[in-house]
């Protein structure tokens, strides 16, 4: 005779944990080619998901051979979902090669 198996127990949606308190400042660093207009476009994303972004708070690095750029944007996270939409936005932008 066996034994029926046991139902597993519904698992908690781990997207939906978070530690982040919101809102909170959330830096994001961005990487893609050192061409003109990169900056630009990485702002006008992060002001669309982020009306309050304040461009000055903007950190440049060169890489070591200049051909890349990293700019790390500081925006207002109000929620998890405009994180995930703002990483994605930025993911899918044809200037940016690494979202982090």
Request: avoid cysteine; aromatic fraction near 8%.
């Amino acid at each position: 005779m066996t034994t029926p198996a046991a139902t597993p127990a519904p698992a908690a949606d781990l997207r939906k944990d978070s530690l982040i308190t919101y809102p909170s400042r959330f830096p994001i660093k961005v990487m893609g080619a050192n061409v003109d207009g990169f900056v630009h476009a990485v702002t006008d994303v992060a002001k669309r998901f982020d009306p309050g972004f304040d461009a000055s708070t903007v950190e440049l690095r060169d890489s070591k051979a200049g051909n890349y750029l990293g700019v790390t944007i500081t925006v207002t996270a109000t929620s998890r979902e405009q994180l995930d939409e703002l990483y994605r936005t930025l993911s899918t932008h044809p200037m940016v090669k690494v979202v982090l």
